[in-house]
């Protein structure tokens, strides 16, 4: 598949007729199709968990593909909720509307939703990077003194979130996530978390991609742990040029730090309505979203992990 960044018009509303999504979240519109649900990625951006009035075109598309592109490497590796992405396979009402689905579509079994988001950190970046100023520590979790913003962690380290479809996502405790999913399942979630981060990493280093930070959602499927939502995208993750990488400083990105850094010169107050984005904007972070997919997926040598050697 070719990406490259285009002045057609953004996708923010999904319209498909009489079909109606059961669920319209920050980015995506689900649709229920039983035992399984329709993802469809618009092209609606969010900061600060904040729903802009201005759309990026082709973003859907990007986030589609890449999370494609790793769901399909973990096949047989590590449950899922992926069937497909090609619209043939989904069901025939919606294959009438093929023009608006493709590429920006994935057909998944359907799953039930862990409210937390299984965030990993390898770097000191963000809202990280504020409580360790303060604290010393990232999510109550202690880090070594003397660190330096974007500085790479001894370890990565696994710093859940509430998960909120409205309003702002908080970081929380590992003892909170206990509280909220159970012993066990926060266990068996913090060690899937890690190990995907780890192994999906390694390989992001030899496209020339250093993965800051990202989040992971998960959820049940016929009593089993799998991993949902979206997958190590410029939405979920933030992306740092590898080439370009200097600990001390803030990063250049390939992903939504150049937005929230735009919005932070203005006088906002990070509530709803967001503020426009001004159209070169735009054409900066679609572009940087586009790169994020070219230097992450070849289609021509397609990623492939082997059980065996899973880490």
């Not at 070594?144 to 909120?164: M, N, Q, W, Y």
């Not at 990105?253 to 503020?275: A, C, M, V």
């Amino acid at each position: 598949m070719t990406m490259k960044w285009t002045r057609e018009p953004a996708v923010t509303t999904v319209d498909l007729g009489s079909l109606k999504p059961v669920h319209r979240g920050k980015v995506r519109e689900m649709f229920d199709l039983g035992d399984r649900m329709l993802m469809v990625a618009s092209d609606r951006i969010s900061a600060f968990d904040v729903i802009l009035p201005s759309g990026i075109p082709g973003k859907g598309k990007v986030l589609t593909a890449i999370s494609r592109a790793w769901f399909e490497a973990l096949l047989g590796v590590i449950p899922t909720h992926y069937i497909s992405c090609d619209v043939k396979d989904f069901p025939s009402a919606f294959q009438a509307y093929s023009e608006v689905l493709t590429a920006r579509s994935t057909l998944v079994r359907k799953a039930r939703r862990f409210d937390v988001e299984c965030v990993v950190r390898g770097y000191l970046a963000g809202s990280g990077w504020k409580e360790y100023q303060a604290s010393g520590t990232v999510c109550g979790l202690t880090l070594p003194s003397g660190l330096r913003v974007s500085d790479k962690l001894p370890e990565p380290i696994f710093t859940p979130a509430t998960k909120a479809d409205e309003g702002h996502d908080e970081n929380i405790s590992f003892e909170r996530m206990e509280g909220i999913v159970g012993e066990d399942a926060a266990r068996r979630l913090r060690d899937l978390s890690l190990s995907v981060y780890r192994n999906l990493t390694e390989y992001c280093a030899t496209r020339g991609i250093l993965v800051a930070d990202t989040k992971f959602e998960f959820g049940l499927i016929d009593g089993e742990i799998a991993l949902i939502d979206e997958v190590l995208t410029p939405d979920s993750s933030r992306f740092w040029p590898a080439d370009d990488y200097q600990p001390g400083r803030a990063q250049d990105s390939f992903d939504k730090q150049f937005i929230r850094d735009y919005l932070e010169t203005l006088d906002w107050d990070k509530t709803p309505p967001g503020p426009a984005l001004p159209p070169e904007i735009v054409e900066t972070i679609g572009r940087r979203y586009v790169e994020a997919y070219r230097r992450l997926v070849d289609p021509e040598h397609p990623l492939r992990f082997r059980k065996e050697t899973w880490k």
